[in-house]
């Protein structure tokens, strides 16, 4: 069997139902440049200063532009696209508590589709008949933490468009998707054959961002991103309380502009297969015991938590600070919706704030608990 037929043949034997190739030859000479255009488009992105404080982006250009210097014997990128869980991630619903980007759930995903990747390339390696002149086979695999522009190439290979919201979106599988690469050292004579995209007039994305961090179709200023905020950038925020508000009860990441995309309410997904973040909130049967399990979360606590999980990027100084601010912001109607001013678990509620204030020992986590405990008080009187 030729090789791309059966790279495809064995990674959807291995779980991943849409898979793609492209070589890279094929598509640093294509006559209508499609690469080239990414590649212009994430620079313009570079210097407008969207990319925040997220410097690896910039340190890692030139990687990017060229996965040869990922790995020096690429001929071709082989993409796979795995869907993670269409259900919400934390509390049940956005009224009970604190909620988790969906792609946290689970174990780390790096690791699992790696070791998945590893084995179908195992299983393609014994099974290839090489061609008399060609080299032994060898690879490596990528999963979001090489520089690999990894929403281009699975462009590229077909596996879906890159829609308003700046994700890859299948149009049958959504943009609910992991999305991964093996760098080969053989070709598979595939050129860019990209999806149109079905976006249409569409802009449910853009006006589903609380904080308008999508400026314009396709292009997201992180600057002014909840999953910017709460995921990569560490210390002070520097952004106003008005902004720290519209963060809500998002505590790590945000999928706002996801839940917002026709083609994730008709996405079909096998998510009863993939096990729910856990979190320390027992089964969030009520608001009262959602913040009461992560409220009596200590650090160590987290740290076992999030150990195996891809949460485990939020350290735990990063963690208390986004739980202040989601608190802060969730306060009045935790206030309003029980008359539980007199009930033992909201007194634990109050007392845990003021301790956790007392006891912070990073010194913009503390400011988030002292605002919070602040506002319990305005609350109260």
């Given amino acids: 069997m030729e090789l791309l037929p059966l790279l495809v043949q064995e990674a959807k034997a291995a779980g991943f139902p849409v898979a793609g190739a ?9 006559p209508e440049a499609r690469f080239a255009l990414h590649l212009d488009r994430y620079d313009q992105w570079i210097e407008a200063g969207y990319a925040g404080k997220m410097e690896y982006l910039v340190r890692g250009r030139d990687r990017r532009a060229d996965p040869r210097l990922v790995f020096p014997q690429t001929q071709s990128l082989f993409c796979v696209a795995l869907p993670y869980p269409a259900q919400t991630a934390g509390a049940p619903s956005p009224d009970q508590g604190a909620r988790y980007a969906r792609y946290l759930q689970g174990p780390d995903y790096h690791e699992q589709i790696a070791q998945r990747l590893e084995a179908v390339m195992q299983s393609v390696q014994a099974q290839w008949i090489k061609p008399e ?17 990894e929403r281009t190439w699975a462009s590229l290979a077909g596996l879906g468009w890159i829609g308003k919201n700046t994700l890859l979106i299948h149009p049958q599988l959504g943009s609910y998707l992991f999305l991964a690469e093996v ?6 004579g595939q050129g860019p054959q990209p999806l149109p995209s079905f976006c249409g007039n569409c802009t449910r994305c853009l006006g589903a961002c609380p904080t308008q961090a999508l400026i314009e179709p396709g292009t997201l200023d992180s600057n002014h991103c909840i999953a910017y905020w709460t995921l990569e950038k560490r210390g002070a925020l520097e952004i106003t309380e008005d902004k720290k508000a519209k963060i809500k009860n998002w505590i790590a990441g945000c999928d706002l502009c996801q839940e917002a995309c026709p083609f994730n309410f008709k996405a079909g997904r096998a998510a009863e297969q993939t096990p729910q ?16 399990g992560l409220l009596r979360e200590t650090q160590n606590d987290y740290r076992t938590r999030i150990k195996t999980s891809a949460l485990n990027r939020v350290k735990p100084a990063q963690f208390s600070r986004n739980l202040a601010m989601a608190l802060t912001n969730a306060l009045p109607s935790l206030y309003s919706a029980y008359e539980i001013q007199s009930e033992p678990e909201y007194q634990e509620i109050v007392t845990l704030i003021q301790q956790r204030f007392e006891q912070e020992t990073d010194e913009i986590a503390r400011l988030e608990w002292k605002n919070c405990a602040e506002s319990m008080q305005k609350i109260r009187s």
């Fill in 133 to 149: 002149s060609a080299p032994d086979l060898h690879w490596k695999v990528c999963v979001d933490t090489s520089a690999i522009l």
């Fill in 183 to 188: 760098l080969i050292n053989q070709r598979t």
């Fill in 22 to 30: 492209i070589d890279l030859d094929l598509a640093l000479q294509d």
């Fill in 277 to 292: 973040l856990e979190t320390t909130a027992g089964d969030n049967a009520t608001l009262l015991h959602h913040w009461l």
